[in-house]
T-cell receptor, first 113, second 112 residues
Framework: KAGVTQTPRYLIKTRGQQVTLSCSPI?????VSWYQQTPGQGLQFLFE???????NKGNFPGRFSGRQFSNSRSEMNVSTLELGDSALYLC????????????FGPGTRLTVT | GESVGLHLPTLSVQEGDNSIINCAYS??????FIWYKQESGKGPQFIID?????DKRQGQRVTVLLNKTVKHLSLQIAATQPGDSAVYFC???????????FGAGTRLAVHP
C-alpha cells in the first residue's frame, strides 16, 4: 500500500506570496492532519480534516488554511508569506475516528526569501 | 495548554545495548501517546502507541511504558542497532481527534 505523498517536495517563495501544498493520504484513510516543523518550535499542529470538515485547529494565524476533498486528498494554503513561515510542512493521515495512529508523509520543505 | 518535554536532547549508546528515551507530559487528561522516529530528510515514522488504559505495550524490539501517576512515558529499544540512529519524538493527544502535541525530540546516536 502506498504511503502518504506530498507535493511539491521543495518550494522557494518570496515574502508576500502565497503557496499551496498538497497531500494524498494512504488509501482508505479519511483523516488528514498538517504539522509545521521548525528547528526552533519543533513539530506543531496546524489543523485536521476528516470527511471534508475541519475537526481541529492549532494556534496559527488565519493566513494558514486548508481543505479536504471528497477523495480525502488535502491541500493547505499559506497566504502573505513571511520569512518565519520557512519550515518543513508535514501531512499525516489516519483511518479516522478517535486517535488512530497517524502516518506521516516526507514533507514539503518551504523556504521563504 | 498541554506541554510535552523530553529529559535528554541527545543519547549516545553502544550497538547492542538497550536504549531508554523518556518523555514527560503535563495534562493528566491525556489519554493517547505515540512514539515516532525521524531520520534525516524524512517524515516521522510511527513506532508504537499506547492508550491511557494500559501501562505497557510491546512491539518488535520496542516497549513503551506509561506512568500516569507521574505523567511519564518512556520508549525502550532492545539491542540497539546503527539503523536506530535518528531523532525520537513522543506525542500526546488530550483534546480528541488527531491533534498531537509533540515533544522536542531526543537524538539517539548508536556507536559500533
Amino acid at each position: 500500500k502506498a504511503g502518504v505523498t506530498q507535493t511539491p517536495r521543495y518550494l522557494i517563495k518570496t515574502r508576500g506570496q502565497q503557496v499551496t501544498l498538497s497531500c494524498s493520504p494512504i488509501s482508505g484513510h479519511r483523516s488528514v492532519s498538517w504539522y509545521q516543523q521548525t528547528p526552533g518550535q519543533g513539530l506543531q499542529f496546524l489543523f485536521e480534516y476528516f470527511s471534508e470538515t475541519q475537526r481541529n485547529k492549532g494556534n496559527f494565524p488565519g493566513r494558514f488554511s486548508g481543505r479536504q476533498f471528497s477523495n480525502s486528498r488535502s491541500e493547505m494554503n499559506v497566504s502573505t508569506l513571511e520569512l518565519g513561515d520557512s519550515a518543513l510542512y508535514l501531512c499525516a493521515s489516519s483511518l479516522g475516528g478517535d486517535r488512530y495512529e497517524q502516518y506521516f508523509g516526507p514533507g514539503t520543505r518551504l523556504t521563504v526569501t | 495548554g498541554e506541554s510535552v518535554g523530553l529529559h535528554l536532547p541527545t543519547l549516545s549508546v553502544q550497538e547492542g545495548d538497550n536504549s531508554i528515551i523518556n518523555c514527560a507530559y503535563s495534562n493528566s487528561a491525556s489519554d493517547y501517546f505515540i512514539w515516532y522516529k525521524q531520520e534525516s530528510g524524512k517524515g516521522p515514522q510511527f513506532i508504537i502507541d499506547i492508550r491511557s488504559n494500559m501501562d505497557k505495550r510491546q512491539g518488535q524490539r520496542v516497549t513503551v511504558l506509561l506512568n500516569k501517576t507521574v505523567k511519564h512515558l518512556s520508549l525502550q529499544i532492545a539491542a540497539t542497532q546503527p539503523g536506530d540512529s535518528a531523532v525520537y519524538f513522543c506525542a500526546v493527544s488530550s483534546e480528541g481527534y488527531n491533534k498531537l502535541i509533540f515533544g522536542a525530540g531526543t537524538r539517539l546516536a548508536v556507536h559500533p
